[in-house]
């Protein structure tokens, strides 16, 4: 059973505390959830798996992973490869290419047919690499990147306290009506009324990125004293229903604008792996 003193290594839930560690790896888990969910994985006009009996593979130091029955997947779909990886906390791990058409997706599944005694018997169920296939659908919306983890959360609320956005020494927005996105693990998100910024400072850019758990961003380059920062601001024209507060309101990287203020109060700089100038997602 899991000690209590290393419950960081995994989400803090009362499952985890029937859930058998590794001797190797004190703290590290691996377990299962089954999901309700209808999941769907499509490539071109061919649906490769479509299930409700789906299990939720979560382990420690790795975003969730679905996992299909065997039986739910298209298995004329599928060419073995030979292609093999070995997990030292689930086993080896046998690989296939998908065929559909005239296009080949390489090693695209996997799956664990002996599964290590202390994996779960995931023996009867398979995967797939998000970004290998075209689309993936819990019920009948597309989701991106990734398998959203039902323990992280995401609350947007409504506040009036006074945000002011700082870039080049000038005071680039400032609002009284804002969105706070607090979510998992991740800097606070400020997002604020388009009338906070000003129309000639802002300059649409083609960059875009997806996220799970609010959808497709688009981005604004800003265009201030003859310096462009680039990809900057970001915004959510059709946000997952879960955001919906945030819709068409602009945010600012934390990292990467000079300070931000909350009722005259500067935050302190968050460090996050989205602190770079460009090719991240918020």
């Known amino acids: 059973m899991r000690d209590p003193k290393l419950r960081g290594r995994g989400p803090h ?10 001797d190797v790896e004190p703290g590290y888990v691996v377990f299962t959830l089954p999901v309700p ?4 994985v499509v490539v071109g006009d061919e649906t490769v798996a479509d299930t409700t009996r789906a299990l939720m593979l979560h382990e420690s130091d790795h975003l969730p992973v679905y996992y299909f029955p065997l039986s739910d997947i298209r298995q004329d779909l599928l060419v073995p490869s030979g292609h093999r990886t070995e997990c030292p906390f689930k086993g080896t791990a046998h690989y296939a290419s998908i065929r559909v058409g005239d296009r080949v997706l390489e090693n695209a599944f996997w799956h664990y047919p002996e599964p290590i005694t202390q994996c779960p018997d995931i ?13 993936w659908y819990e019920e009948d919306e597309e989701v991106f990147v990734h398998a959203r983890d039902p323990y992280r959360r ?6 009036r306290r006074r945000v002011q956005v700082v870039v ?18 991740l800097p606070t998100r400020y997002y604020l009324p ?5 129309r000639e400072l802002l300059r649409l850019s083609p960059y875009e990125t997806r996220c799970p758990y609010k959808g497709r961003a688009e981005y604004y380059h800003l265009d201030l004293g003859g310096r462009t920062h680039e990809n900057l601001i970001w915004f959510y024209a059709n946000p997952c229903r879960e955001v919906l507060p945030i819709i068409d309101r602009l945010c600012f990287y934390n990292e990467r604008v000079d ?8 935050l302190a700089r968050p460090q996050s792996r989205y602190a770079g100038d460009g090719g991240v997602r918020p």
Do not use: M
């Open 13 to 22: 839930l009362p499952p985890l505390d029937q859930v058998v560690q590794y």
């Open 37 to 40: 969910k209808r999941l769907r």
């Open 123 to 135: 023996s009867q169920y398979g995967s797939f690499y998000w970004n290998r296939v075209d689309h």
């Open 154 to 159: 995401l609350d947007c609320l409504h506040s």
């Open 168 to 185: 080049g020494g000038e005071i680039v927005a400032d609002a009284t009506d804002n969105v706070f996105l607090f979510e998992t693990g």
């Open 194 to 198: 388009r009338s906070a910024v000003s």
């Open 259 to 266: 300070e931000i203020l909350v009722d005259g109060e500067p």
